[in-house]
């Protein structure tokens, strides 16, 4: 699997995106106190937990803006974007005291990072940080933490890395080791994106040492998840020792062995298949990514199983088998589409790190059944179609993204119209991994060329 795939799916176990530093379905109760032998430890909550502003402010408290946030964080945990930030502005409305004013504000800009909205998301945390010593001590941890990730979305990733490892820090200094570990985790992958690898053998040991001090349960497994995943991506996209992948692997193993939901599972068996797609064992990678998916499918994870479909895609294909592939990546394309606007909308780098190449892959899988099929027949016109009108939902994406907007591709799509006009031809380019086609419509017909 791809560096660039690797990024993608790390935001997707919420451990660095934006919209998931206060969402339930995330590492959201950030200070939840657990216990570990006869001493009570900090450690970032579970999925599926109270969210960040229950545990950052008084449990029981009924005041009127703290109630607002909790209910906007569970739509944030939701999903709901929208009307996470539509309650948080009737929040500001009401928000008289600096320490309210300045939680809220935190809040909304981590809501606007997650729609894109960056700008605006900027101004927001700049007032969250003006008021930042009147916040609560978990807010104040998590000022850096947004900037953070909304420095990720603007692609300055030596200032996410200051601004996690600011976060880790403070962190630190307040006994909350699972909260450092998080903001560790993040500041590292920063760095790996920002393509600066001195020390990376060293920071991954510091980060395992670290993780290793952590109770057992859900926080710690989605940790070991993001952690084995750093490795993973050392070894293949910068030429780490191979020893690392060895640490990858116990990883993956511990995570799922402590793993408390089926999506979390979902994601370190996933892994662990992944390990063996790279190292060529296919029979044992496709094992484990069937459990994957059936384990994404009991979750309700749509954003897991379409991720480990098109794995098993990619290892049927290694296999030689493509009519299978072929089945896989349908199944993934499928998975994909109705989470694809929400995706390019609110997670940086969606269209070229997993959106381009899942299409890439349906239209790769299929040419190649085409070859094998009678020229100009039924079948093969068939099958050339498909690629043709996903090619076409292909472009669409990419426009949503350039332009940040749903509502232009739509209107993009709606324009779209097959013709069929007597001496012109339609012509698709189509950049593959290992070879160049072009597929060719005229006459009513579908040709491709390698």
């Known amino acids: 699997m791809s560096a660039r795939r690797s990024k993608f799916v790390s935001l997707s176990l919420t451990v660095l ?37 229950a545990a950052a402010t008084s449990a029981a408290t009924s005041r009127p803006v703290e109630s607002i946030w909790q209910a906007a964080d569970q739509r944030l945990g939701d999903g709901q974007l929208a009307q996470a930030e539509r309650m ?31 700008t605006a998301a900027r101004e927001q945390l700049d007032q969250a940080r003006e008021f930042e010593s009147m916040l609560s001590p978990g807010d104040r941890v998590l000022v850096p933490q947004a900037f953070g990730a909304l420095e990720v979305r603007e692609r300055q990733f030596p200032a996410a890395e200051r601004s996690f490892d600011e976060a880790a820090e403070m962190a630190r200094a307040q006994d909350l080791p699972g909260i450092e570990a998080r903001s560790r985790v993040n500041a590292l992958r920063a760095r790996m994106d920002a393509r600066d690898i001195a020390g990376l053998e060293e920071r991954l040991a510091a980060l395992d040492a670290l993780i290793s001090t952590l109770p057992p349960g859900e926080p710690t497994a989605v940790l070991l998840i993001a952690s084995g995943e750093l490795h993973r991506r050392a070894v293949n996209e910068f030429r780490s020792p191979a020893a690392l992948t060895e640490m990858a692997f116990e990883s993956f193993e511990r995570a799922r062995a402590m793993a408390q939901t089926e999506g ?33 499918q009991a979750a309700g994870s749509q954003d897991a199983l379409y991720f480990w479909e098109w794995q098993e895609a990619r290892i049927e294909r290694a296999r030689g088998q493509l009519p299978a592939s072929a089945a896989a990546i349908d199944r993934a394309v499928a998975s994909l589409s109705p989470i694809r606007a929400d995706l390019l909308q609110s997670t940086p780098g969606a269209f070229s790190d997993v959106v381009e190449p899942v299409y890439l892959e349906y239209a790769d899988v299929n040419l190649r059944l085409a070859s094998a099929m009678a020229d100009g027949g039924d079948e093969q016109q068939t099958v050339l179609r498909g690629v043709r009108d996903q090619l076409e939902t292909l472009k669409q994406a990419e426009i949503q993204d350039y332009f940040a907007d749903e509502c232009v591709a739509a209107d993009a799509e709606d324009g779209i119209d097959y013709f069929d006009v007597p001496g012109a031809a339609v012509i698709y380019p189509i950049l593959l991994a290992d070879r160049a086609e072009v597929l060719v419509e005229s006459g009513g017909a579908l040709r491709s060329f390698s």
């Open 264 to 296: 979390t599972r979902s994601f370190a068996v996933g892994y662990l298949g992944a390990l063996y797609e790279d190292a060529g064992r296919y029979d044992e990678a496709l094992a484990l990514t069937a459990q994957a998916v059936f384990l994404a």
């Open 88 to 118: 948080l502005r009737e929040a500001a409305a009401v928000s008289t005291d600096q320490a309210h004013r300045g939680g809220t504000a935190l809040r909304l800009g981590v809501v606007l990072t997650a729609r894109g909205q960056l």
């Open 17 to 53: 995106a934006a919209a998931n530093l206060f969402s339930s379905s995330a590492i959201a109760q950030q200070t939840t106190t657990v216990q570990a032998g006869s001493s009570t430890t900090q450690a970032i909550g579970q999925s599926q937990t109270a969210s960040l502003a």
